[in-house]
């Protein structure tokens, strides 16, 4: 057991190398993940950020979160279907002849999925405060709102792990990401849920992305996160624990 476990941790090391260096020679998707959030940023808060009223906000402060979490969902889309495309094309075989962990392939792509997404949102904060982010929190509240944000992005990217392993072809493991992408706009990250329909409202509370939106929207401004830190944290840890346990249940019987 002591051996397996700095084996793991080395073989591990190894595919997040090697997924990282696949993400750079696939500068159309890197240009794509980073460029787009981008132009949501600039065309919300610069275009239709003096006409939507947010109550006390303004428009740029309310609406990062919620880009964020969509850039999100969208550069997970290429972790699915890269994990999709190593089960396809055989690599995997080649694996399998080597003293390789058997987790090590996913936890490589989960690694470098979650690093290409931590650069994704630094980009996305910096154009922030280009077309005037003005955050109030503290050292303290940012540090909280990173953490949050991590474990969300973890969780997303074990989620396009597992949907990378169930698809049958690349185009159908980016088609089951498809609903990350709709959900923060259908969340409290565009508009208050307040002014929505009742059913759509009823949706946007109770799915795992508005209490994310709302504790890292607190945090940033530095308003009080409330219940809202303990529900988004219970989202963020039961899908990636539930979502990386059903990849390694999957891969462990492709792998025979």
């Known amino acids: 057991m002591s051996k397996q476990k700095p084996r793991l941790f080395y073989d591990a090391k190894v595919m997040f190398k090697r997924c990282m260096k696949i993400a750079l020679r696939n500068p159309e998707a890197l240009v794509q993940a980073t460029l787009t959030p981008i132009f949501l940023m600039l065309l919300f808060g610069a275009v239709f950020g003096n006409i939507t009223d947010v109550g006390d906000y303004s428009y740029v402060d309310f609406i990062i979160p919620g880009i964020i979490l969509q850039a999100v969902a969208q550069a997970t889309s290429y972790t699915a ?19 390789l962990a058997k987790s090590a392939l996913l936890i ?5 999925s979650i690093m290409r997404n931590v650069m994704t949102t630094a980009v996305i904060i910096g154009t922030a405060f280009v077309v005037g982010f003005t955050p109030k929190g503290g050292l303290v509240d940012w540090l909280i709102a990173s953490g949050v944000l991590l474990l969300s992005v973890t969780a997303i990217t074990c989620f396009a792990v597992f949907c990378g392993l169930k698809a049958k072809t690349p185009e159908s493991a980016s088609g089951l990401m498809f609903p990350l992408f709709i959900l923060p706009f259908v969340s409290s990250g565009f508009a208050p849920t307040e002014t929505m329909h009742v059913a759509i409202r009823w949706f946007a509370e109770h799915q795992p992305m508005t209490p994310v939106i709302n504790v890292v929207r607190s945090l940033m401004l530095g308003h009080p996160a409330g219940n809202d830190l303990w529900v988004a944290l219970a989202w963020a840890v039961g899908i990636s624990v539930l979502a990386f346990a059903l990849a390694v249940r999957r891969y462990m019987r492709k792998m025979g």
Do not use: L, Q
Not at 87 to 95: A, E, N, P, S, Y
Not at 108 to 112: E, F
């Open 81 to 99: 279907i890269n994990v999709n495309t190593d089960m396809m094309k055989g690599i995997v075989d080649r694996f399998r002849s080597m003293p």
């Open 108 to 112: 490589g792509h989960a690694g470098a």
